[in-house]
């Protein structure tokens, strides 16, 4: 008589407490569910009639900027992969709003929250950290943030979100509420519901993943355009310039552009990427505070360079359509720097040139940069 194979039933060692893991993810689907979605703003341009230009304005989530949508997804993220226990220190690396976002989570939860960023990140966006309970951690290299923080969760017992790896796969890009399905269900009514471009920016890279899958899951014709300002190793990536990578250290345009080509960014769902010189991200922001009464952060001021320049080649084409792009964040965390004259002077960045580029496409239709 043949004996039965010998059972084996293992249980985890360290079970994880359901009662708290419910309540924190109540919490975060709570805080979602008494939030309204964020305005698609419809700006008319003079000199381009026939385009449509609008900015979903992420400036209006509770922490301030685009990045509430993807912090919300990583402790989601983390919480349901059992990675987040009561108690657990929460460290990221960060360029500083996503760490803004990150530490009003951390704090709904009751959990301790380091952040490990560049030490040029502005002072608004370290005390908007500080004021949400979280700790910053200041390196003096933007390629250094991802060892410190992997190695401070190491020697603390807790646990690396890591945006940059984790983005992409964090969002579910079928929809679930994401950027995408918000953007495209605001478009449903205009006079041309389904834009001709998408303009992003990358960080992480995870936005422009999310809205690179949508588009081509719901069968819609938008191609994605990815802003990338200087010095970011995304554009020469996308090239195929392995040199470029290779020299690249980060970015000045604080939110956007990275030192290395990040996990989650995705090239194989972009159509086109754009190189935006520092000074016409800064220019681009400004110029839209003038014409429009709207604040908002350096990286939006890449978005609308790119966007113009955009609309302009429809224009010379003879066509019409629409364009849309975020406003990723607001002017008030830039006091001390791209809203300062002194500290771009510094820098050497001349913003005239590109305001007329700017001043060209918006009251002409022609593009001369």
């Not at 290395?260 to 194989?268: K, L, M, N």
């Amino acid at each position: 008589m043949t004996q039965a194979p010998h059972l084996v039933d293992v249980h985890a060692s360290e079970p994880v407490d359901r009662s708290w893991l419910d309540e924190a993810v109540r919490r975060i689907q709570a805080d979602a569910n008494r939030s309204a979605d964020t305005h698609l703003v419809h700006l008319p341009i003079p000199g381009l009639p026939d385009v449509d230009l609008y900015l979903k304005d992420e400036s209006t989530h509770p922490t301030g900027s685009l990045k509430h949508r993807l912090a919300r997804s990583l402790f989601l993220y983390a919480l349901c992969n059992g990675q987040l226990r009561e108690g657990t220190t929460v460290i990221e690396a960060s360029s500083g709003s996503t760490a803004v976002s990150e530490a009003y989570f951390a704090r709904m939860l009751g959990l301790p929250f380091i952040a490990v960023m560049v030490a040029s990140t502005s002072p608004e966006k370290i005390a908007l950290i500080e004021r949400e309970g979280g700790r910053c951690h200041l390196v003096a290299d933007a390629g250094e943030v991802y060892e410190v923080a992997r190695r401070l969760a190491e020697d603390l017992g807790g646990h690396y979100l890591d945006q940059f790896t984790f983005a992409e796969r964090a969002t579910d890009w079928r929809g679930n509420n994401n950027i995408a399905e918000s953007i495209f269900d605001q478009m449903l009514l205009e006079r041309h519901p389904v834009p001709r471009w998408v303009v992003v920016g990358a960080g992480t890279g995870g936005t422009s993943a999310t809205i690179g899958r949508y588009v081509r899951y719901r069968g819609l014709a938008s191609e994605v355009c990815v802003v990338d300002p200087e010095r970011s190793a995304f554009l020469p990536a996308f090239q195929g310039d392995e040199r470029g990578v290779a020299t690249a250290c980060g970015s000045r345009i604080e939110g956007i552009g990275r030192p290395r080509v990040e996990p989650s960014f995705v090239p194989a769902v972009v159509d086109r990427m754009m190189l935006v010189p520092d000074a016409a991200s800064v220019a681009g922001m400004r110029f839209l505070a003038a014409r429009t009464g709207l604040r908002p952060g350096a990286s939006t001021g890449t978005n609308l360079y790119g966007a113009l320049r955009l609309a302009c080649e429809l224009a010379e084409r003879g066509e019409g359509g629409s364009i849309v792009s975020l406003l990723c964040d607001g002017a008030e965390r830039y006091a001390g720097t791209y809203r300062n004259d002194a500290w771009l002077a510094e820098r050497g960045w001349d913003l005239e040139p590109y305001d007329d580029v700017l001043t060209r496409a918006w009251d002409s239709g022609v593009w001369t940069g």
